[in-house]
């Protein structure tokens, strides 16, 4: 089974850029979609933004227009960028990975935390 591990988080000031990597033991580009989601403290784990095999890539709202999620099959690597960093991203970041349409994720990252603090 692929095992996913992120890297990038940390200690951000406000206004900055977040860089998230999550590399791969294997091959994703079968994997219909790859996530990105958060967990705040204290607050369930949302969707940040996913990129599916048909093309179709999404956004929660409270990230649309200063992020970007990218996904390299040949490097087996997933990233995501959040741009103009705000307190309200503090939180845990996975990376995982859906098989297929309706399986949902099935596969997680360990979690990278990030805390967006002056």
């Known amino acids: 089974q692929v095992r996913l591990v992120e890297s990038g988080g940390g200690l951000i000031q406000p206004g900055k850029s977040l860089n998230l990597a999550c590399t791969t033991s294997?091959?994703?580009?079968?994997?219909?979609?790859v996530d990105w989601y958060r967990q705040a403290p204290g607050e369930r784990r949302e969707l940040v933004a996913r990129?599916?095999?048909?093309?179709?890539?999404y956004y929660a709202d409270s990230v649309r227009g200063r992020s970007v999620i990218s996904r390299y099959n040949r490097q087996d690597l997933i990233t995501l960028t959040v741009n103009d960093l705000k307190p309200a991203d503090t939180a845990v970041y996975y990376c995982?990975?859906?098989?297929?349409?309706?399986?949902?994720?099935?596969?997680w990252g360990q979690g990278t935390q990030v805390i967006v603090s002056s």
């Open positions: 294997g091959n994703i580009e079968n994997y219909y979609s």
């Open positions: 995982g990975l859906e098989p297929t349409r309706r399986s949902g994720v099935e596969i």
């Open positions: 990129t599916n095999n048909d093309g179709f890539t």
